[in-house]
């Protein structure tokens, strides 16, 4: 007999491939990417690049180049991005396996124009412009260097020029507008190179932000950040825990570290196989008074009480009518009751963070079929 897992996440890769095919659509005649960074948001680069890749994704989108790496292994012809750029003597191993890297500043320019001359041809290049963000990409000086010295692009395929968006998951943010011209404007001097400026939700605001190819992550795993309207996606991740005990807390008696959390009755309350070092942010403890974590047993809400520790959490199941639950139980963490965007919204922080967190002491599971 298998041992049964303490927890679960189970990867719907038909979700996730109708997902692409709805934002790809969405998008038409320009086209949709996959980012796949951090083991795509945590589920498994390569089981969601080879369905993202059979559903016809022909551009990923990586961080490191050791994430990159390991994609080319199994994706042979693949555009594969990597957007930290070149650094720390990476360029010769990012020119053999035929990446692309995503170069934001003068540097990376200089680092990839020697590995061309050592190599002695071309080398496919993305150029990153910062529009706002001040986050990675090329500044107002450095644009104006390579405009003025066209030179330094000599050796590179150019295959893309891209900026990232501060506030796109706000519609009525007014940085969204000004990106956009900022990135016209500084695009301009490559006016035969294909651009890119929207991921998930920028690919939200509308056709003015598509341009050639649109960046998407989170939404491609069925998260929710856009603030105008719901993305046409749909769930991709469930995450699951078991019940180890369920006992009765007297009142007056106090639940977890630091006593947070009081009885004012008597109750019960459900011990779950679940707590930080699994992923699930200690921001959804919760005291007397205070809802903040949530979690589902048979798509009934119960919520955390008392301290979420390392490895276990407690629920109140207080109103659970009788046998609705019982010891081994699954308890949905993320699921068709808790989504991803309201787990992190509960626990404080963002669903991308409880994705990128989910600890490999999760099982992973991975269920294909089904329309896709
Ligand atoms: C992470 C990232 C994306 C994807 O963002 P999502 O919000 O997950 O769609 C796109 N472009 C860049 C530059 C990124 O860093």
Same mark, same amino acid.
């Given at each position: 007999?298998?041992?049964?897992?303490?927890?679960?996440?189970?990867?719907?890769?038909?979700?996730?491939?109708?997902?692409?095919?709805?934002?790809?659509?969405?998008?038409?005649?320009?086209?949709?990417?996959?980012?796949?960074?951090?083991?795509?948001?945590?589920?498994?680069?390569?089981?969601?690049?080879?369905?993202?890749?059979?559903?016809?994704?022909?551009?990923?989108?990586?961080?490191?180049?050791?994430?990159?790496?390991?994609?080319?292994?199994?994706?042979?012809?693949?555009?594969?991005?990597?957007?930290?750029?070149?650094?720390?003597?990476?360029?010769?191993?990012?020119?053999?396996?035929?990446?692309?890297?995503?170069?934001?500043?003068?540097?990376?320019?200089?680092?990839?124009?020697?590995?061309?001359?050592?190599?002695?041809?071309?080398?496919?290049?993305?150029?990153?412009?910062?529009?706002?963000?001040?986050?990675?990409?090329?500044?107002?000086?450095?644009?104006?260097?390579?405009?003025?010295?066209?030179?330094?692009?000599?050796?590179?395929?150019?295959?893309?020029?891209?900026?990232?968006?501060?506030?796109?998951?706000?519609?009525?943010?007014?940085?969204?507008?000004?990106?956009?011209?900022?990135?016209?404007?500084? %695009?301009? +001097?490559?006016?035969?190179? !294909? #651009?890119?400026?929207? &991921?998930?939700? /920028?690919?939200?605001? @509308?056709?003015?932000?598509?341009?050639?190819?649109?960046?998407?992550?989170?939404?491609?795993?069925?998260?929710?950040?856009?603030?105008?309207?719901?993305?046409?996606?749909?769930?991709?991740?469930?995450?699951?825990?078991?019940?180890?005990?369920?006992?009765?807390?007297?009142?007056?008696?106090?639940?977890?570290?630091?006593?947070?959390?009081?009885?004012?009755?008597?109750?019960?309350?459900?011990?779950?196989? %679940?707590? +930080?070092?699994?992923?699930? !942010? #200690?921001?959804?403890? &919760?005291?007397? /008074?205070?809802?903040? @974590?949530?979690?589902?047993?048979?798509?009934?809400?119960?919520?955390?009480?008392?301290?979420?520790?390392?490895?276990?959490?407690?629920?109140?199941?207080?109103?659970?009518?009788?046998?609705?639950?019982?010891?081994?139980?699954?308890?949905?963490?993320?699921?068709?009751?808790?989504?991803?965007?309201?787990?992190?919204?509960?626990?404080?922080?963002?669903?991308?963070?409880?994705?990128?967190?989910?600890?490999?002491?999760?099982?992973?599971?991975?269920?294909?079929?089904?329309?896709?």
């Amino acid at each position: 007999m298998p041992i049964e897992p303490r927890g679960r996440i189970t990867v719907d890769l038909s979700a996730l491939v109708r997902n692409w095919k709805s934002l790809a659509n969405l998008v038409a005649p320009a086209a949709c990417a996959g980012v796949v960074k951090a083991d795509a948001y945590g589920l498994g680069a390569e089981p969601v690049t080879k369905a993202l890749w059979t559903a016809g994704c022909r551009s990923f989108f990586v961080a490191s180049c050791e994430e990159a790496l390991a994609l080319r292994a199994s994706l042979k012809d693949a555009r594969i991005f990597v957007l930290d750029g070149i650094f720390g003597g990476n360029g010769s191993e990012l020119a053999r396996a035929n990446l692309i890297p995503v170069l934001s500043t003068l540097d990376h320019v200089a680092a990839w124009r020697t590995e061309a001359n050592r190599r002695g041809r071309t080398l496919p290049a993305a150029l990153q412009i910062d529009s706002g963000l001040n986050r990675l990409g090329f500044d107002r000086d450095e644009i104006a260097t390579l405009r003025n010295q066209p030179d330094q692009l000599a050796g590179f395929d150019v295959q893309l020029v891209l900026s990232h968006l501060a506030s796109a998951d706000d519609p009525k943010a007014l940085e969204n507008e000004n990106q956009r011209q900022a990135f016209l404007a500084h %695009a301009d +001097y490559l006016p035969n190179v !294909p #651009r890119s400026l929207a &991921a998930s939700d /920028g690919l939200m605001l @509308g056709k003015d932000y598509h341009f050639d190819l649109v960046r998407p992550g989170y939404a491609l795993y069925g998260g929710q950040a856009f603030r105008g309207r719901s993305t046409p996606v749909e769930p991709v991740v469930t995450v699951t825990a078991k019940i180890l005990q369920v006992r009765t807390v007297r009142a007056g008696e106090a639940v977890g570290y630091s006593a947070t959390y009081r009885a004012t009755s008597d109750m019960r309350i459900a011990v779950i196989a %679940a707590g +930080y070092a699994d992923g699930m !942010p #200690r921001g959804a403890s &919760a005291g007397n /008074g205070e809802v903040h @974590g949530i979690a589902a047993i048979q798509g009934k809400r119960v919520p955390v009480i008392g301290r979420v520790s390392m490895d276990l959490i407690a629920l109140d199941v207080t109103g659970l009518p009788d046998g609705v639950m019982n010891q081994c139980d699954d308890v949905e963490l993320i699921g068709p009751t808790v989504s991803l965007d309201k787990a992190g919204h509960n626990a404080g922080t963002i669903g991308y963070e409880i994705l990128t967190r989910l600890s490999p002491r999760f099982a992973r599971s991975y269920k294909s079929g089904g329309a896709a």
